[in-house]
């Protein structure tokens, strides 16, 4: 089995995205020192500077297999980042997961204050879904709308938030283990899924190519999520850049709570090989993608 | 002058308004006995069953202009008035204005929890943006993107949330009378402003009458603000359905604590003057446009 030898290019490959990602998200933050320029700030601070930029390579990636224009390919990843960036924003405030720790730097509700961090989570959604719309991300208006349409389920009330709002009350009963695998589908898996779907609805492809990367992108997600229980579980905070077995203290749902450390590593594995086999159609241009479930299941941070 | 006598044929348009944008949320908003359902109960109890649904109304009127059909109006009436009620959730929590009253009922994290608050203000903003984009708003995706685009800019942080970190930033500081026009320009009457473009942009309408109504949204938005300022200061618990002087007591920046009652009423007629002037171009078709101004800045709740 080829996951635990990751391909010495996916390193300079993750680097470059992340390089990408962040001058697109320069490119598309606001400046500037009007009256709420404070608010600009913490947006920015959410937003750029770290982070594995792992969305952002999916979305381009996914593109690159339907030979998507690179700019187009960034503004997308960049849209997804600052879902992305909102969702952890509003995720450590101390209503929600109370972490005082993110990406190694204070979190932004600690750098700025609560009502900052709430209003600039909300700023980063609205600004994500405007930057779909706008003609530069794709000529044809009707992809636009797709990648809105999509965008929308993804990260709200039957997605990501659903997903939230599931974690929060987890925290006070008791879940199976499809329950909890429902949970991180929509916490997690759910967006993870859209950026790797982005890629095909920029391209126009085919729909069998696009179910082919959304399988992809659920297993991946999935994988991804169950690593992250497991890092949260045997991981030090300066290798997480936050708090560690902040999980297992607040009780939350997680297939390691559930299964232990070693069936909830296999599952990780199992899925893994399966997000593998979603890319069959796809040759050597998916490459990088193969590696970057190996990169997955096996990172230390 | 008009202003003082509001059209009879007002109040009944503005209730139908009303029931047209329930029926909407109603039919948009998810609903079922999911996981997450906890997040549903929380959406719908912030945007359904009150409001004055103003933003609805001026979606509705600037559509009927272009004889937009009005399953699509009620679409993107809804979606504004999703996104205006997430506003409201936000702005509710104890980290913002911490308000425990709205619209004569708990608001939603007294109802439900904090969390459970800023997640349905964030899967009410992720679902306003989805149903824009969705197909049956309008057969045209260019417009259904225009339509995202400037919402977009409405509600961001050079928007809504802007002017929002504004009031925040306020508490502290003393603005001069333009710094509070332009807070109030950016919290409330942009997105008025934007519901009025919207009925243009579904009309495909010549950008010199959507101009027009952005203009008549522009200063129908300031004089509302001011109107509820002075609400805020002579209203009673009762008639406002959340709970009164808070702003003045926070210190909050309006143009009433700056003029005085008198001056900020005068301010407010001069711009529902300013706000009937540009429905010129529209002729009879705007009378209730015209007549909405007269109410909103004389209407007791």
Do not use: N
């Amino acid at each position: 089995m080829a996951l635990s030898v990751v391909d010495s290019t996916l390193a300079p490959a993750l680097a470059e995205a992340a390089e990408r990602a962040e001058e697109a998200l320069d490119r598309l933050l606001p400046q500037g020192d009007e009256a709420q320029s404070r608010l600009y700030e913490a947006m920015r601070y959410a937003s750029l500077g770290g982070g594995k930029r792992l969305r952002a390579f999916l979305v381009m990636q996914a593109a690159s297999l339907f030979h998507v224009s690179p700019r187009a390919a960034d503004r997308v990843a960049a849209s997804v980042e600052m879902l992305h960036a909102y969702s952890l924003v509003h995720d450590d405030l101390p209503a929600m997961d109370d972490d005082d720790l993110r990406r190694g730097r204070p979190s932004c509700h600690k750098a700025f204050d609560e009502a900052t961090a709430i209003l600039a989570g909300d700023a980063l959604q609205a600004r994500a879904f405007e930057i779909l719309a706008e003609p530069d991300t794709h000529p044809d208006p009707a992809v636009r709308c797709e990648l809105i349409c999509t965008l929308g389920q993804a990260a709200g009330a039957r997605g990501m938030a659903g997903g939230q709002m599931i974690d929060l009350i987890a925290e006070a009963t008791a879940l199976t283990e499809a329950e909890v695998t429902r949970l991180q589908l929509l916490k997690t898996a759910r967006l993870i899924t859209w950026c790797c779907e982005a890629g095909a609805i920029l391209g126009k492809a085919p729909s069998s190519l696009r179910h082919a990367l959304a399988g992809y992108g659920r297993d991946l997600g999935l994988a991804f999520q169950i690593a992250d229980d497991i890092l949260d579980e045997t991981g030090t905070s300066e290798e997480l850049g936050k708090t560690p077995k902040k999980d297992a203290a607040a009780g939350k749902a997680t297939l390691v709570a559930l299964l232990g450390l070693e069936r909830a590593r296999s599952q990780a594995r199992m899925l893994a090989d399966q997000a593998v086999g979603h890319l069959d159609p796809f040759g050597p241009p998916a490459e990088k993608l193969r590696d970057l479930v190996a990169f997955v299941v096996t990172r230390r941070m």
